[in-house]
């Protein structure tokens, strides 16, 4: 047995590589995108460590090519979800008593892996089956994965070092870290395979287990991911992956005694519905749920007048059209200054003309398909109404195709209305809508950022003037958990930027940082005296 005090050195982030032509990086991500696409594949769920071919059978197909098959699924039934969460309570006794840095070790091991032999597979699976271009996986599939693995055991060793400032003599205060007594549901999205992983991961690491639901149109990487977790060591019934129909799953979870947190990333209303849910049931459980999620956006820009001009077109551009817009952080309402308006229409349409669309197996596509029909006809309906309004301008883009994937021009649209529809909704889309105000309204402009949306997750003030600067910090202070300056307002890294928003984005518990840990751990405080009292009198009864 170890008594060994085991030292995790600060993480570095995992670098990104550029798949610039000729690189040996470049070469394998075609190779495995080659072999992805050559074959059809059954994709499982995984219950107590075990493969699941049942239930109803259904196709999986990229976003920009729907009519090849990459592989099948099984939608789950309501007995899948008793057996995964049977699976979960049946290991949590084991993995609960694991050594911490035990634990640890099979994330830390699953970076390396990652880092290695599964990223061109891990990369290409995100690629084909959420369309993001190579880029956009590599920052997410394996950068950022590999960033939470590492930080999160990171974290976790600097959470368990925190013990009481004093103890005096002839007693000893000591804190110990249990995690929740039950089994922790992760409900994921599609449009990161990073958050994907990590929310069944970040529970996991503090000795918990899971159920895990993931969006069906993400299950093609979570499969590799669910294979990368074997490969590090992970144990059966750690983490249990299954595909059963979202109400099934509440219906049967929410309702369990057992039931101890809900880690989610979703959208705003299937949020707190849960949250209803479970407080309709709180009841029922052993403890109370920590319930962390992280939810819709409605991000913004807002330029000064003596703002970069080149620099905010840029900033609109990437931080709107990357992955299609479909970021919670996505950039997609912008305040630009009336004087500096013309400078950046010049550059924002000039280097829209250059953006190419299509397959993510051509390296040359910076825009791809959004990710299912579902989505393309809801972003479609927004363009279709802003043509239709007297008050807007579409200035580029507005046009859309699905015959042969879910292709969707970026598109800009200039409104007279900074309360119209598009500048107020999440489209969750590639579509920016920009806000011309005087230079006079600039106070006016801060008020109006700060209370057109009920989201509050990433926004950005572009401007030279530190007081200008200092002023918009402060005057919206509460408008985004990431604020900006002078930059897009997406992209976080873990370990620089920790991510997450509060009003209707969330429950800002900041992913990738100690702050998240801690919700899935209850902490023990032993109090040992080394020498009891043997008479109960205090001095003053004297």
């Known amino acids: 047995m170890s008594n060994a005090i085991h030292h995790i050195a600060v993480p570095a982030n995992e670098p990104v590589m550029s798949y610039a032509p000729g690189s040996p990086e470049r070469k394998a991500l075609k190779e495995a995108l080659h072999e992805a696409k050559s074959k059809e594949i059954e994709l499982p769920a995984f219950i107590n460590g075990k493969r699941i071919l049942e239930g109803e059978k259904v196709s999986a197909h990229p976003p920009h090519e729907h009519k090849h098959t990459l592989g099948h699924f099984y939608r789950g039934t309501k007995e899948h979800v008793h057996q995964a969460i049977d699976a979960a309570l049946g290991a949590k006794e084991s993995w609960a008593a694991t050594p911490w840095h035990e634990r640890a070790a099979v994330f830390l091991r699953a970076a390396d892996l990652l880092a290695g032999p599964f990223r061109a597979k891990m990369n290409a699976a995100t690629m084909l089956a959420q369309s993001k271009n190579a880029f956009q996986a590599e920052i997410d599939a394996v950068a950022e994965l590999c960033d939470f693995f590492r930080f999160n055991a990171y974290f976790l060793q600097e959470i368990y070092r925190e013990q009481p400032l004093h103890s005096p003599r002839g007693i000893w205060n000591k804190l110990e870290y249990r ?35 993931p969006a069906e149109t993400q299950i093609y990487s979570a499969v590799v991911i669910m294979e990368l977790f074997e490969a590090a060591g992970l144990p059966p019934g750690v983490i249990n992956l299954i595909y059963t129909d979202g109400p099934v799953v509440g219906d049967i979870v929410f309702k369990h005694r057992d039931f101890a947190g809900l880690h989610f990333t979703g959208s705003t209303g299937v949020f707190q519905q849960l ?8 009841t029922t ?96 309906k927004y363009i279709d109404g802003e043509k239709a309004n007297p008050k807007a301008e579409i200035i580029a883009g507005g046009g859309y195709d699905k015959s042969e994937g879910y292709f969707i021009e970026p598109t800009v649209i200039v409104s007279t209305d900074p309360k119209s529809t598009t500048m107020c909704e999440e489209i969750f889309g590639p579509v920016l809508t920009l806000y011309v105000y005087d230079d006079a309204d600039w106070e006016k402009t801060l008020e109006l950022v700060d209370n057109t949306s009920p989201y509050a997750l990433t926004g950005a003030v572009f401007a030279t003037d530190r007081n200008v600067i200092d002023q918009a910090t402060k005057a919206l202070a509460n408008a985004a958990g990431n604020f900006y300056v002078n930059d ?55």
């Open 275 to 282: 949250w209803k849910e479970i407080g309709n049931n709180i």
């Open 179 to 213: 995690p929740l007594e039950g089994f922790v549901l992760a409900i994921t999205p599609f449009n990161f395979t990073s958050i994907a992983a990590n929310l069944p991961a970040a529970p996991a690491l503090c000795g918990n287990t899971v159920v895990w639901k």
């Open 488 to 542: 897009k307002p997406t992209g976080a890294v873990v370990g620089q930027q920790p991510f997450g928003g509060a009003r209707g984005s969330g429950t800002n518990d900041k992913a990738g940082s100690a702050l998240n840990l801690t919700r899935w751990i209850s902490p023990r405080l032993i109090k040992e005296n080394f020498n009891p009292p043997v008479d109960y009198r205090y001095p003053f009864l004297g």
């Open 285 to 380: 459980y052993r403890s109370y749920p920590r319930v962390v999620g992280e939810t819709g956006g409605k991000d913004f820009i807002v330029a000064y007048k003596d703002a970069d001009p080149v620099q905010v077109a840029v900033a609109c551009l990437r931080g709107a059209f990357e992955f299609q817009g479909q970021k919670c952080s996505a950039a997609s309402r912008a305040y630009i200054s009336a004087s500096i308006w013309p400078a950046v229409k010049e550059r924002l349409l000039a280097d829209m003309k250059t953006l190419k669309m299509g397959s993510v197996e051509d390296f040359g596509n910076f825009i791809n398909a959004v990710i299912d029909e579902r989505s393309f006809d809801k972003i479609a």
